[in-house]
């Protein structure tokens, strides 16, 4: 009842962001048309592979547990809230946070690309935030990159580096941050600059964005692992019952 409810919250949020969302910026989510087409396809052909791996895992996983599903949808729409907001940055652009971290700390991150590229398509489809054509390459550095960069990270606490929440809130933060740099290299890649080439312009995305998503990335760690001791306190899954007795 409790994970109900904060779903119910979630999806509040998520109208919330909706209505307010007045103007597509230049955001961290690849916007459509925007990449060459060479580019997207690119990105398309690179993304897909994991995409199918991560849908064979997802519904091994539910056919094995199916009492997870409401927590994967909460983790779906943790990821869905956090994505869409859009804090502006210098020159017009905007960052924003990716939520990636908590599920891929909880499911491993084959689950986690199946929900964060439902997560891409939906904005696109009804927030107009990313595209259709940049899905790929939006999918590749928010739900492939992102939650393999967390997962492995919150291995630290399994191989006892540092404490469970320490590693979560490095999961969280560094897998935030992996997702911007790999779009930095995207859009670097695309539009290399007239002098420098690949690496000013990459050099140039990743300053601007590094202004406003350095410290977004802290508080989404923060966030999540808030959210994890809140879940953790009501043992909503056995999830969390296995990490406090590893």
């Given amino acids: ?32 048309g925007f ?22 895992r997802l519904v091994r996983t539910l056919k094995e547990h199916p009492e997870q599903k409401l927590l994967m949808a909460l983790a779906g ?30 499911f491993g991150p084959w689950v986690m690309v199946v929900i964060g590229t439902m997560v891409l398509l939906f904005q696109a489809l009804l927030l107009a935030h990313g595209g259709l054509t940049t899905l790929g390459a939006n999918a590749l550095s928010m739900a492939v990159v992102g939650p393999l960069v967390a997962f492995t990270v919150y291995q630290l606490h399994r191989r006892r580096f540092v404490s469970q929440r ?37 050099l140039k995305f990743a300053g601007i964005f590094a202004i406003t998503q350095v410290p977004l990335a802290v508080t989404e760690g923060i966030l999540t692992v808030m959210v994890w001791n809140w879940l953790a306190s009501y043992q909503a899954s056995p999830l969390f019952q296995r990490e406090k007795g590893a």
């Fill in 1 to 32: 009842m409790r994970t109900r409810r904060w779903l119910a919250i979630a999806a509040l949020l998520a109208g919330y962001f909706f209505v307010t969302n007045e103007q597509e910026a230049y955001a961290m989510h690849i916007m459509e």
């Fill in 35 to 56: 990449l060459p087409a060479k580019w997207a396809l690119f990105w398309w052909g690179l993304f897909l592979p994991f995409f199918l791996v991560g849908l064979r």
């Fill in 77 to 106: 729409a943790f990821t869905f809230v956090l994505s869409a907001l859009k804090i502006p940055s210098v020159t017009g652009s905007s960052s924003h946070p990716t939520g990636i971290g908590f599920g891929a700390a909880l």
């Fill in 166 to 202: 320490m590693a979560l809130f490095l999961a969280a933060c560094l897998s935030d941050l992996a997702t911007y740099v790999t779009t930095s290299v995207q859009l670097a890649l695309a539009f290399p600059a007239p002098e420098g080439g690949v690496l000013a312009s990459f």
